[in-house]
């Protein structure tokens, strides 16, 4: 099975600041990795596709980079609304995600 | 509108049953695959299992194989998890979502709360 570790757990951020969590899958996936953005109580919402792909509607401070097993996820400049967990996933063989990164108001 | 919804949680006891349904509309339902993924109380995102478009393919998670099954039907824009031998590490929220074949999951229900407990 493939397995995806995600870094930080916890990030303690202020509005306007550049976050980065990465992902690291346990064997090379392609190009099948996603990003998803989960508040409390709701189902996760999909941001990016395709390591890269930005979903429909998805602001463009969000952003995706990577290859094979590193993979990178950038907000350009962190809003009020962009406080939530958020999780890497690959699709190369059935669905595993990240164990999540927690992004919190510093 | 795209809309995925579930019904069928609920509270269970240990060794029960319980259906999760998932309803879906305004999509071309038999284009998309769907998928079932749940999340326990404060814990992480774990895929549980997935049907192709025309129930060919079936996949599932090591960790509900042979208690749960999924199935599908394109008439009634459904798909449907079965599980038995409920255990209370089942316990957690439910979400369908659907994807294109080799994709991942573009929109998602609200989830459905399953609680297996004595």
């Known amino acids: 099975d493939i397995q995806m570790t995600q870094s930080p757990s916890t990030l303690s951020a202020s509005v306007g600041d550049r976050v980065t969590i990465t992902c690291r899958a346990s064997?090379?996936?392609?190009?099948?990795l996603a990003w998803y953005q989960q508040k409390p109580g709701k189902a996760p919402k999909l941001l990016i596709y395709?390591?890269?792909s930005l979903e429909s509607g998805v602001p463009s401070r969000f952003s995706g980079s990577g290859s094979g097993t590193e993979f990178t996820l950038t907000i350009s400049s962190l809003q009020p609304d962009d406080f939530a967990t958020y999780y890497c996933?690959?699709?190369?063989?059935?669905?595993?995600f990240g164990q999540g990164t927690k992004v919190e108001i510093k | 509108e795209v809309q995925l919804v579930e019904s069928g949680g609920g509270p269970v006891k240990p060794g029960g049953s319980l259906r999760l349904s998932c309803a879906a509309s305004?999509?071309?339902?038999?284009?998309?695959?769907i998928n079932w993924v749940r999340q326990a109380p404060g814990r992480g995102l774990e895929w549980v299992s997935s049907?192709?478009?025309?129930?060919?393919?079936?996949w599932y998670a090591d960790s509900v194989k042979g208690r749960f099954t999924i199935s599908r039907d394109n008439v009634r824009n459904s798909v449907y998890l079965q599980m038995n031998s409920l255990r209370a590490e089942d316990t957690a929220v439910y979400y369908c979502?659907?994807?294109?074949?080799?994709?991942?999951?573009?929109?998602w229900g609200h989830g459905a709360l399953v609680t297996v407990s004595s």
């Open positions: 979502s659907r994807s294109l074949a080799e994709g991942t999951g573009d929109y």
């Open positions: 305004g999509f071309t339902f038999n284009n998309y695959n």
């Open positions: 049907v192709s478009t025309s129930s060919i393919h079936i």
């Open positions: 064997q090379s996936i392609s190009s099948k």
């Open positions: 395709k390591v890269s």
């Open positions: 996933q690959q699709y190369q063989t059935y669905w595993t």
